[in-house]
């Protein structure tokens, strides 16, 4: 089977006519019946909708964690639905950096280790991923914290080393499913900042599902998720 495409160069993800349902008793739920986007290099694009509307759905689909029922998911030069169990794993880690609304910090980690742990995991070297790491911490604003362990952080604290660690393989394309979720207003708004900045400064694409207005009016462009499309707002 092919896993190769020749998209256009400036396009860093392609949904063409993505369906996904899942068992609901003798009958099936269709949560996507038919979503089709295009995002450019570079662009920043939030999802809004209604909960049970399948924003999450969507992202784990791009994310390569689960298959859907039809339709093709083209990022860069992949086929992420025919991609093999092995090819997933190393798209998951190279190509696509996930931020979630849980941080899933390893606790007895270092904040340095936790942002290193996805690049020693390519057996790179643990000089340069510690330089690139460092450099990370520090433009989210946490280069006092390297030595600190997750407890010892705040909520806002742990979504920017969340943050840094989703950029440390330098991933194409960013998603990140409700990154302020768990945050009060300030913290929201830190983080808000922060992956901005972030993916301005690196040039990356960041696709992210939020139900916060403020996030999502930051955005370059906003789609709105019901009935299993995505339509602008």
């Not at 295009?38 to 662009?43: L, P």
């Not at 690196?202 to 019901?226: C, D, M, Q, S």
């Amino acid at each position: 089977m092919n896993n190769e495409t020749s998209p256009d160069r400036g396009v860093a993800l392609a949904v063409e006519d993505l369906c996904k349902s899942f068992p609901n008793g003798s009958e099936r739920l269709h949560v996507l019946t038919g979503i089709n986007l295009t995002v450019r290099s570079g662009e920043v694009v939030s999802i809004t909708g209604e909960s049970g509307s399948g924003k999450s759905t969507l992202l784990g689909l791009i994310a390569g964690l689960d298959l859907p029922d039809s339709g093709a998911i083209h990022v860069g030069d992949k086929r992420v639905e025919q991609l093999g169990e092995q090819q997933l794993t190393r798209y998951r880690a190279l190509t696509v950096g996930l931020i979630f609304q849980f941080h899933y910090l390893l606790r007895d980690f270092t904040t340095l280790e936790n942002v290193m742990l996805p690049a020693l995991m390519q057996n790179r070297r643990r000089r340069d991923v510690q330089e690139r790491a460092e450099g990370l911490l520090a433009q989210v604003g946490l280069q006092d914290r390297l030595q600190h362990l997750p407890p010892q952080l705040s909520g806002g604290e742990r979504q920017r080393v969340a943050a840094a660690r989703a950029l440390i393989n330098d991933p194409m394309l960013i998603l990140a499913d409700e990154p302020t979720g768990n945050l009060d207003d300030r913290n929201s708004r830190v983080v808000e900042d922060t992956l901005l900045a972030l993916a301005s400064e690196f040039g990356k694409t960041l696709l992210v599902v939020t139900h916060n207005p403020a996030l999502a009016e930051r955005a370059g462009r906003t789609l709105f998720l019901e009935r299993g499309c995505l339509v602008t707002t």
